[in-house]
């Protein structure tokens, strides 16, 4: 990600659980998603991807499996769990406090 475009901390780990919650998907796929949706303003480097994969595997909020991509070679594809999908609406609750509250300061007359 660029510095203009920061994720605040946590952020990243709330996109990719939305982005896999749709379809199992691959590293590359996960960040291109990210950064098309967001049209073009977010982009994630595998700097930043790679270790948020891992850290959400680690926690049991994603499954990770050996496919042929679309390209036809071997990805390891990424999936929500039961945890994780319990994760993400937690998460998604978090983001509307925190996002409604930071909206409320910014408009304050």
């Known amino acids: ?10 952020t990243l780990d709330l996109l990719i659980l939305k ?11 996960i ?3 990210i950064q098309q949706v967001s049209h073009e ?3 994630v480097t595998q700097g930043a991807l790679y270790p948020a994969l891992h850290r ?8 990770a499996e050996w496919r042929a991509s ?18 993400l609406e937690r998460e998604l609750a978090q ?9 409320l300061v910014i408009r304050m007359v």
């Open 1 to 10: 990600m660029s510095k203009s475009s920061d994720l605040i901390q946590g």
């Open 19 to 29: 982005i896999i919650s749709l379809e199992p998907k691959h590293g590359w796929a």
């Open 31 to 33: 960040a291109k998603r």
């Open 41 to 43: 303003v977010l982009q």
């Open 56 to 63: 959400l595997e680690q926690q049991g909020w994603i499954r």
């Open 70 to 87: 679309e390209t036809g070679r071997e990805a390891k594809f990424y999936a929500l769990t039961r945890a994780g999908r319990g994760q």
């Open 95 to 103: 983001w509307e406090r925190l996002s409604n509250a930071v909206g």
